[in-house]
C-alpha cells in the first residue's frame, strides 16, 4: 500500500510545517508521503528549525518554503493544519481530510521554544502514523 499523501500547512513554511515534512520522511515514510505549504510563505526555513531537525538526525534536504499551489495542494489526501486559522475554504471541491493541530508558532523565539514545538509535532507525528498504520493491517480471521 503506498504512504498517504500528508500536506502539512502553517502561515509561514518556515518552522512548525517544516518541522513536520521532515519529520515525517525520517519516523514515518512507511506511511507518509509528506509535503508541506504556508499561507504566507516567508521564502525561506528558519535557521533554528533546521538546528533543531539536526539535533533529531531529521535533514530538510530539498525542502523549501512555499505556498499551496506550488505545493500542489490538490494533490493531497490529508492536510494537517496548524496556522490556527480555518482552511476548509481553502479546499472546497478537495477529497483532503482536514486535521487541526493546535501547535504554537515558534518563529522568532529561542531554541528552546523550537525545541519544545520540534517535539509535540513529533508525537503528534507518532500518533498520526500509528492511526495510518492500523488501518494498513489486515483484520484477524475469527
Known amino acids: 500500500m503506498r504512504p498517504v499523501k500528508v500536506l502539512f500547512v502553517c502561515i509561514g513554511n518556515s518552522c512548525r510545517s517544516q518541522m513536520a515534512e521532515a519529520l515525517a520522511r525520517a519516523l514515518a ?23 533543531v531537525l539536526k539535533e533529531r538526525g531529521a535533514g ?11 505545493a500542489n495542494a ?15 475554504r481553502l479546499f ?4 483532503a481530510r482536514i486535521e487541526n493541530w493546535d501547535i504554537a508558532d515558534p518563529y522568532g ?8 514545538i520540534r517535539d509535540e509535532i513529533e508525537e503528534h507525528l507518532k500518533q498520526l502514523a500509528e492511526r495510518l498504520r492500523k488501518k494498513r493491517r489486515p483484520a484477524r480471521k475469527r
Not at 530538510?60 to 506550488?70: C, I, M, N
Not at 472546497?92 to 477529497?95: N, P, R
Not at 523565539?109 to 519544545?116: H, I, V
Open 29 to 51: 515514510s512507511d506511511v507518509i508521503a509528506p509535503s508541506s505549504a504556508g499561507l504566507s510563505p516567508l521564502g525561506f526555513i528558519a535557521s533554528p528549525t533546521l538546528a
Open 60 to 70: 530538510a534536504d530539498g525542502q523549501y518554503s512555499k505556498s499551496l499551489p506550488e
Open 74 to 88: 490538490d494533490g493531497a489526501e490529508m492536510v494537517i493544519n496548524m496556522s490556527g486559522h480555518p482552511i476548509d
Open 109 to 116: 523565539e529561542d531554541l528552546e521554544l523550537y525545541r519544545r
Open 92 to 95: 472546497t471541491g478537495s477529497k
